[in-house]
């Protein structure tokens, strides 16, 4: 079983920039999907950023803002968020597969507002 630890979510005001990180409790070197999710009060869970055998994914509202990127050494999955908005405003979960399995971390709240 994996285990995934989200850190780095925080308030932050419109314009302004938060990175979050994702720690695994074992090597990512042989995983090859990985991502970020969000989900905001009263809606469903949605893709942000993903890292595929094919390349990298992004939902169509944060391409050219955000950017996904893993370190294999530090087995962390990692999200850079740039220009946030308001509507950025959600709690954060990294996910990876393996073995056909999906896990999730417990989740980062990141809430834009000034």
């Known amino acids: 079983q994996v285990r995934l630890v989200e850190s780095g979510g925080g308030l932050v005001q419109p314009g302004g920039s938060l990175r979050l990180s994702c720690a695994a409790s074992?090597?990512?070197?042989?995983?090859?999907?990985m991502g970020w999710y969000r989900q905001a009060p009263g809606k469903q869970r949605e893709l942000v950023a993903r890292?595929?055998?094919?390349?990298?994914v992004y939902a169509d509202s944060v391409k050219g803002r955000f950017t996904i990127s893993r370190d294999i050494p530090k087995n962390t999955v990692d999200l850079q968020m740039n220009s946030l908005k308001p509507e950025d405003t959600a709690v954060y979960y990294c996910?990876?597969?393996?073995?056909?399995?999906?896990?999730w971390g417990q989740g980062t709240q990141v809430t834009v507002s000034s």
């Open positions: 074992e090597s990512i070197f042989s995983i090859n999907v």
């Open positions: 996910d990876v597969y393996k073995n056909s399995k999906q896990y």
């Open positions: 890292i595929t055998p094919g390349g990298l």
